[in-house]
C-alpha cells in the first residue's frame, strides 16, 4: 500500500500539469468559477481567522505582562509571550501554564501570587471569549454573529476542529448564497 501511494503521488505530482489542463478542459465554466470562488474564500477565512487569532495572542500577551510586570516575575515579557502562544494552540490556552503554577503557589504559601494567577487565567479566558467572535468577524468578513453560528456548528458536527473548520464553511456558504447559487433551491 505504501509503495502504491508513493507512486501515485509521484505520477499527480509528475503529471500535475497535464491533469490540470486535462481536468481544466473537461469543466463546465459554471463549475471552475464556482471553485475559484470557493478557493478565494478559504483562502480569505484561513487568513483572515489567523489574523484575528495573532490579534488575539497579542491581546492576551499584553494582559499578561501588566499582571506578570505587577506580581514582579523577573522574566515577565518572555513568560508572557509563552503563554499567550500556548494559548494560540487549539487544546491548550492559558491555563496549561497558570493553573499549575497557581497550584505550585498554593503549596508553597504565595497564595497572593496564587491569587494574581487564577484572576489572570480567568481575565484572558473571558476576554478571548469576547473578543473572538468578534476579531474573527471583522477578519473573514462576517458578522459576529454568524461567526459564532459557524463556529458552535462545525464543533457541535465535528468537535475541536470544528471550531476552525466552521469558519471557512460559513463563508463559503455565506458568499455561495450571496451570488445567488442557493435561489433556485430555496
Known sequence: LFILTTMLTYFFVADNEKIRNFVKKHTPSGIQNSCIMIKDTIVKAIGGYLKACFEIMLVIF????????????????????????????????????????????????????AVFLIAAYFITLIVRRLLEPKLVGDSVGMSPFLTLISMFIGYRLIGMLGLIVGIPVGMVIQVFYREGIFDHTI
Open 62 to 113: 499584553v494582559i499578561l505582562f501588566i499582571i506578570f510586570a505587577i506580581m514582579g516575575i523577573e522574566y515577565a515579557g518572555i513568560i508572557a509571550i509563552i503563554t499567550a502562544v500556548l494559548d494560540f494552540l487549539p487544546f491548550v490556552g492559558t491555563g496549561t501554564v497558570l493553573m499549575p503554577w497557581a497550584v505550585y503557589n498554593i503549596i508553597t504559601g504565595s497564595y497572593k501570587a
